[in-house]
């Protein structure tokens, strides 16, 4: 997979060279590129934004820049396939586990991180009649410029490919996705020593009995979820709830 991310801030975007999605890189599986939004500006103040039309506070980030830099990054896609645009906004629809891996199908992601109030509109318009766009939030508050978003939405992404995750399972089980525990949040998890400051770990985990094993993990994850997302218990199929969940 191919991802260019075109921001006023490159040096923010330095984390995706390191750990997991470094390791990505070292393997061939991915490769990222930071742009500054700035090469594509040619006044001596290198000006990326403008006051908004019909007043209000803040700057809006002008449009021929960002024009002139998606042309460059796109410049060797093929019309048939064309890469998808990912706008990070709090005006966007939610980034999920679903859109993340709906992402990770993709060979070739574009990030344009907004700061100020927004990028012009007309930008977001004119690209969507040749590539898809998905203006995306990662939650319900507000913060300064997109970068700390595609930071979320890179790794969320990058860790689904093929190859990315040590381990092949570790994915399946997570909290949102599908498999088992669809839906569920992951309970508690623990490891040696059996007895730490006076603390045991639950005598089901050292008892060998792996259907009580898959029980008590199950009742786990209901009791999780009904204390943090109550919304995610209630969004729950009842098809997908067995008698001993009901108990529960
Ligand atoms: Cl994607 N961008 C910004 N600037 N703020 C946000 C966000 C994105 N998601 C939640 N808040």
Redesign the pocket.
Known sequence: MRIDVITIFPEYLEPLRVSLLGKAADKGLLSIETHDLRQWTYDVHRTVDDTPYGGGPGMVMKAEPWALALEAVTASDDAAQPPTLVV???S?RP?TQAKAAELAERGHLVFAC?RYEGIDRRVIDAAAETMPVEE???????????EA?VLVMVEAVARLLPGVLGNAESARDDSFADGPMAGLLEGPVYTKPSEWRGRSVPPVLISGNHGAIARWRRDQALARTAANRPDLLRALDPETLDKKDRAA
């Open positions: 990070p906004t709090p966007g980034f907004g995306l939030s990662i939650g319900d508050y507000v913060l300064a410029g997109g978003a």
